[in-house]
């Protein structure tokens, strides 16, 4: 069941917020049962030697009857979901948000991404994108149920945990609320996973910004906790406690997904966690390896050379991920993404990706919970590459699984420098001047783990067994 496995962690950020709030109701069924018995006992004895009964002759035949009577409590507790969502993270990239002649923050679609130097070396950002200007991020999402209009369906309230709001490069511009309040209308033009909805919603913030955000937004979700939105809004506001007071207000058209996020219609509410449908062979949220490759240089001791390098050069990591059931070959092929993937397999082959594309074969070679996963993986951006290899990963408990993968990745790190016009990192290591190409390429294998992860099973998916979707 999802409440027990994927999103522990999730939940919990929510809750820190919304302690009116809760993920799961109970329901307690009391019975008395009665047990009544009757045990009746038949015994005959006969006299030994020849009688004459006659015609009245005394029987020896006895008959016992016992009764008795049992009575004892049962209690049979039925676990509901009672969220409408709940959340980990959600990017919006803004359309034309800057105001005056202020610079765009440059992170792209989604809002999530940022330049490579800038990100990792605190260098300065040399990309030129301006269409995405700004971004809105929100962390640790929840809404429930909202009876308002005599129950009208689609209401619900919510409280987001952290929501930053920036228009542009301008942090006089920034807004930020902690605990954010939200009332909402979900509207569904489709009724069935992945859902297609329109929600009209209001935003209050009170602290440390003092701001409202209004908007509207089209909706794709949610199918294994991954979801797409577009939005067109209006926010205002300040930030009052902070001098000198400046106020903000502007338009916006954005872009949006989320991971690790999951709607339930209000239906759905009733229906009990263990007959609830998945879509994902694997949602989790957080997948690291360390790994041995061979780069030339370590990752985690980059100023050692020759027989001091270590053995483990790099790794790999995922941050809230999931694959995605696609109708063929059995479902077993899945099409999946993740919120941040970090493929560093050396000192300077490394990579790093927002919302990457994955396919991977998911294979059960003895029967069991055991997975062999064969895969490839499209990373964009901010780093481009490739990545594929094999995975065998065994689960331990239903909230983590050890792993051992073994790949080969590929590409540009998108950090390179210009030298002569060429495209090189320029390093000193030991005093010796040190130059690498951005682009890199290397194997590896490694030993890893997943936590607050969830592998389902063939027959734990929603797929093949004549339901209406199909």
Same mark, same amino acid.
């Given at each position: 069941?999802?409440?027990?496995?994927?999103?522990?962690?999730?939940?919990?950020?929510?809750?820190?917020?919304?302690?009116?709030?809760?993920?799961?109701?109970?329901?307690?069924?009391?019975?008395?049962?009665? +047990?009544?018995?009757?045990?009746?006992?038949?015994?005959?004895?006969?006299?030994?030697?020849?009688?004459?009964? @006659?015609?009245?002759?005394?029987?020896?035949?006895?008959?016992?009857?016992?009764?008795?009577?049992?009575?004892?409590?049962?209690?049979?507790?039925?676990?509901?979901?009672?969220?409408?969502?709940?959340?980990?993270?959600?990017?919006?990239?803004?359309?034309?948000?800057?105001?005056?002649?202020?610079?765009?923050?440059?992170?792209?679609?989604?809002?999530?991404?940022?330049?490579?130097?800038?990100?990792?070396?605190?260098?300065?950002?040399?990309?030129?994108?301006?269409?995405?200007?700004?971004?809105?991020?929100?962390?640790?999402? @929840? !809404?429930?149920?909202?009876?308002?209009?005599?129950?009208?369906?689609?209401?619900?309230?919510?409280?987001?945990?952290? !929501?930053?709001?920036?228009?542009?490069?301008?942090?006089?511009?920034?807004?930020?609320?902690?605990?954010?309040?939200?009332?909402?209308?979900?509207?569904?033009?489709?009724?069935?996973?992945?859902?297609?909805?329109?929600?009209?919603?209001?935003?209050?913030?009170?602290?440390?910004?003092?701001?409202? +955000?209004?908007?509207?937004?089209?909706?794709?979700?949610?199918?294994?906790?991954?979801?797409?939105?577009?939005?067109?809004?209006?926010?205002?506001?300040?930030?009052?406690?902070?001098?000198?007071?400046?106020?903000?207000?502007?338009?916006?058209?954005?872009?949006?997904?989320?991971?690790?996020?999951?709607?339930?219609?209000?239906?759905?509410?009733?229906?009990?966690?263990?007959?609830?449908?998945?879509?994902?062979?694997?949602? @989790?949220?957080?997948?690291?390896?360390?790994?041995?490759?061979?780069? !030339?240089?370590?990752?985690?001791?980059?100023?050692?050379?020759? !027989?001091?390098?270590?053995?483990?050069?790099?790794?790999?990591?995922?941050?809230?991920?999931?694959?995605?059931?696609?109708?063929?070959?059995?479902?077993?092929?899945?099409?999946?993404?993740?919120?941040?993937?970090?493929?560093?397999?050396?000192?300077?082959?490394?990579?790093?990706?927002?919302?990457?594309?994955?396919?991977?074969?998911?294979?059960?070679?003895?029967?069991?919970?055991?997975?062999?996963?064969?895969?490839?993986?499209?990373?964009?951006?901010?780093?481009?590459?490739?990545?594929?290899?094999?995975?065998?990963?065994?689960?331990?408990?239903?909230?983590?699984?050890?792993?051992?993968?073994?790949?080969?990745?590929?590409? +540009?790190?998108?950090?390179?420098?210009?030298?002569?016009?060429?495209?090189?990192?320029?390093?000193?290591?030991?005093?010796?001047?040190?130059?690498?190409?951005? +682009?890199?390429?290397?194997?590896?294998?490694?030993?890893?783990?997943?936590?607050?992860?969830?592998?389902?099973?063939?027959?734990?998916?929603?797929?093949?067994?004549?339901?209406?979707?199909?």
């Amino acid at each position: 069941m999802i409440r027990t496995s994927i999103l522990t962690v999730v939940f919990g950020v929510a809750m820190l917020v919304v302690g009116c709030g809760s993920y799961t109701r109970v329901e307690r069924d009391i019975y008395t049962i009665t +047990n009544a018995d009757t045990v009746i006992t038949e015994r005959v004895q006969n006299q030994p030697g020849d009688r004459d009964n @006659g015609i009245v002759y005394p029987s020896t035949r006895s008959i016992t009857m016992a009764r008795t009577v049992n009575q004892h409590d049962s209690v049979v507790e039925r676990l509901y979901p009672s969220f409408i969502r709940l959340g980990l993270f959600e990017g919006v990239g803004l359309i034309g948000t800057k105001i005056d002649t202020a610079k765009s923050t440059n992170t792209g679609l989604f809002g999530v991404y940022y330049d490579v130097k800038r990100l990792l070396w605190n260098e300065a950002d040399t990309s030129t994108a301006a269409l995405f200007s700004g971004y809105i991020y929100r962390i640790g999402i @929840g !809404e429930w149920k909202l009876n308002w209009f005599d129950n009208d369906p689609g209401w619900s309230w919510g409280v987001t945990l952290a !929501e930053f709001v920036r228009p542009d490069a301008d942090n006089s511009h920034a807004l930020f609320g902690a605990g954010v309040l939200t009332i909402n209308k979900r509207i569904y033009f489709r009724s069935l996973i992945p859902y297609l909805t329109v929600r009209p919603s209001l935003s209050l913030s009170l602290a440390p910004s003092q701001y409202v +955000n209004a908007s509207i937004s089209a909706e794709v979700g949610s199918i294994g906790g991954v979801n797409l939105r577009a939005y067109a809004g209006y926010a205002f506001g300040a930030n009052l406690f902070v001098p000198p007071v400046t106020y903000t207000s502007f338009p916006y058209l954005g872009i949006g997904a989320s991971v690790v996020d999951f709607l339930n219609r209000e239906e759905e509410l009733n229906v009990e966690w263990k007959y609830h449908e998945h879509s994902a062979w694997e949602i @989790g949220v957080i997948d690291f390896v360390l790994a041995g490759s061979n780069a !030339e240089l370590s990752a985690f001791a980059p100023d050692q050379l020759g !027989e001091k390098v270590p053995v483990i050069k790099g790794g790999t990591a995922r941050i809230a991920f999931a694959s995605i059931a696609l109708p063929i070959l059995d479902y077993r092929l899945s099409l999946g993404t993740s919120l941040v993937n970090l493929v560093a397999l050396g000192a300077y082959e490394y990579g790093l990706s927002m919302f990457p594309l994955r396919i991977t074969y998911h294979w059960n070679p003895f029967g069991s919970t055991f997975v062999a996963e064969p895969f490839f993986e499209y990373n964009f951006a901010p780093s481009t590459f490739a990545h594929m290899g094999l995975r065998f990963a065994l689960p331990v408990s239903d909230q983590m699984s050890i792993q051992l993968v073994a790949g080969w990745a590929s590409g +540009n790190t998108g950090a390179g420098v210009s030298v002569a016009g060429s495209d090189e990192i320029g390093q000193r290591i030991d005093g010796l001047a040190y130059s690498q190409s951005a +682009n890199f390429s290397a194997f590896y294998i490694g030993i890893g783990a997943s936590l607050f992860d969830r592998l389902f099973g063939r027959g734990d998916l929603r797929y093949g067994k004549g339901y209406p979707h199909e």
